[in-house]
């Protein structure tokens, strides 16, 4: 599977984080994901926060999984704003989608919102989690000339 240009992963993480923004218009907290078809370009879905056990990533791998058979996700990309919790990363790798590219990691998540009751993360990276599995998905981030754009939505917040 070949891997996406530097111009789309850039591209595509921005448009994640505008759904992260988005989600924040609609009281959610600031995550966003997209699905990538295997041409890099054509986006399948997009997808906000919902709440804390309905995350971005978790909603839009079971809405692929209803929507698209497991050999074509093998060959997608899921993008997202912050490296996935291990519920997320979990859902993914049961979905099959098999490339992941993110932006921010979740260790610097934590950074922004310590002991946020809302946002209580598990320190496990989501490559040790794929690890574990008997599938292999690539792995894409984190993304540095991102970053700041990303952490800047975070930042505001999680201040709040």
Known sequence: ???PTPDQVLRHLRRANAVAQ?????????FGAILVGPDHETVLL???NVNTVNHAEAVLCRNADTNF?????ADCTLYTTVE???MCAGTQYWANIGRLV???EERQLLAFTGGHTENPTLDLPCRELF???????EVIGPV?????????????FWKR
């Open 131 to 137: 690890a574990r599995g008997q599938k292999q998905i």
């Open 84 to 86: 996935p919790c291990a």
């Open 1 to 3: 599977m070949p891997a």
């Open 46 to 48: 997009e997808q906000g």
């Open 69 to 73: 058979p497991p050999a074509y996700l």
């Open 22 to 30: 988005r989600a924040v218009g609609f009281g959610h907290h600031p």
């Open 144 to 156: 540095p000339e991102v970053e700041a754009e990303i952490a800047a939505l975070h930042r505001e």
């Open 102 to 104: 993110y932006g921010l």
